[in-house]
């Protein structure tokens, strides 16, 4: 029997994502042991090496500290969401009166566009001495998510249809009610799509900064621990469990992005 592919079909499409999905994870599964083979197995353990790694990290803890892997995680996690709360908090209101007043805009840009390409970690050093364990860490999250969702929200605004405007405009509403009813919610999908972008970089951003800021513990001062003490299964161990949280992070984002894309009428830009 003869099945087509229906690209209308939910089902159709949920079968083609999993099969995408579950062959480009066992294709990298399949590259990693054969470089792991092929390098020194001692720095790159095989994924079987890392998975006894990884299974003993979260039934015993940490082989060096005791600590549990939830401890780790929690850590981690904490940092990552006040980061991404404190730059959402920021950056949605400055990209929507940087997209609307183009004066401010014009006299901001150049700030911007000197501060956007410097890698968030490079701060990390500065913000650790500067805020300490606790807040520098948060910090260095915050910057790698400030300027993906800044970008995003300044472009939705000026994505926004002007006829649109001009249809509330001859409806009698006042400025207020434009910026309201029209700029923020147009604005949202695309707010959403810095999210997930932001979300990515906030990942690398906290592993980076918990290499400077030890004490604060997360998984980035476990990689670094086991690397010191050349248990390199404990190192990718670790690895591992950022990229899950990670996937699982922008996963989120994205199933909210659609959402609200739906609900606004509007296509998802990702």
């Not at 294709?27 to 090496?49: M, Y």
């Not at 010191?228 to 990229?243: E, H, K």
Request: aromatic fraction near 12%; charge should be positive.
């Amino acid at each position: 029997m003869k099945i087509s592919y229906d690209p209308f079909n939910k089902w159709h499409k949920l079968a083609r994502v999993s099969a995408f999905t579950a062959i480009s994870l066992l294709g990298l599964i399949a590259l990693w042991w054969v470089i792991a083979i092929i390098v020194d197995r001692t720095i790159i353990p095989t994924p079987l090496e890392t998975w006894d790694a990884l299974k003993y990290l979260v039934k015993n803890g940490d082989i060096t500290t005791g600590r549990s892997v939830w401890t780790y995680i929690s850590s981690s996690l904490g940092t990552f969401l006040k980061g991404f709360v404190l730059a959402f908090i920021v950056a949605f209101p400055l990209g929507l009166l940087l997209g609307c007043i183009k004066p401010l805009n014009e006299l901001m840009s150049p700030s911007i566009e000197v501060l956007r390409p410097i890698a968030p970690v490079a701060w990390a050093p500065l913000f650790v001495v500067l805020w300490g364990y606790n807040f520098g860490p948060l910090m260095v999250v915050f910057v790698g998510i400030f300027f993906p969702l800044l970008t995003s929200v300044i472009f939705g605004v000026h994505k926004i249809d002007s006829n649109w405007i001009d249809a509330v405009k001859t409806l009698g509403a006042t400025k207020s009610q434009i910026f309201t009813k029209v700029v923020v919610p147009a604005s949202t999908p695309y707010l959403m799509n810095g999210v997930k972008v932001g979300l990515g970089i906030g990942w690398m951003c906290i592993v980076s900064a918990e290499l400077y800021a030890s004490p604060v513990g997360g998984l980035g001062f476990y990689i670094s621990n086991m690397a010191t003490i050349g248990y390199w299964p404990g190192v990718f161990a670790g690895i591992v469990l950022i990229g899950i949280l990670g996937i699982l992070t922008v996963t989120v984002a994205d199933l909210l992005h659609k959402l609200i894309s739906r609900k606004m009428g509007m296509e998802a830009t990702s």
